[in-house]
């Protein structure tokens, strides 16, 4: 099987214990979804329907890609830059 590479990986902070995931392929996205997602809402839906039409090639792999961002935003992932930003920024 050809893996289709979606650009430069999207890292989630997936876990509360901190643990962060790099998805790097459409596949790799796919299985997370449809087996590892902590919640089944219409975002999810949504997603998976994205990433199998960019397999299908009936959609660019940006708005699967955006799709997933919107279905780990509402599963509750933190992507890593903000988690950065917020290591960052002082405390009071």
């Given at each position: 099987?050809?893996?289709?590479?979606?650009?430069?990986?999207?890292?989630?902070?997936?876990s509360?214990?901190?643990?962060?995931?790099?998805?790097?392929?459409?596949?790799?996205?796919?299985?997370?979804?449809?087996?590892?997602?902590?919640?089944?809402?219409d975002?999810?839906?949504?997603?998976?329907?994205?990433?199998?039409?960019?397999?299908?090639?009936?959609?660019?792999?940006?708005?699967?890609?955006?799709?997933?961002?919107?279905?780990?935003?509402?599963?509750?992932?933190?992507?890593?830059?903000?988690?950065?930003?917020?290591?960052?920024?002082?405390?009071?």
């Amino acid at each position: 099987m050809i893996e289709i590479n979606w650009g430069h990986p999207l890292n989630f902070v997936v876990s509360s214990d901190g643990t962060l995931q790099s998805f790097s392929t459409v596949e790799q996205v796919r299985y997370w979804l449809r087996n590892r997602w902590p919640i089944a809402d219409d975002a999810r839906q949504t997603a998976l329907s994205r990433i199998q039409d960019a397999m299908d090639c009936i959609c660019s792999v940006g708005t699967a890609r955006r799709a997933f961002i919107a279905a780990a935003r509402s599963a509750g992932f933190v992507h890593e830059t903000l988690i950065a930003d917020a290591q960052l920024q002082p405390t009071s």
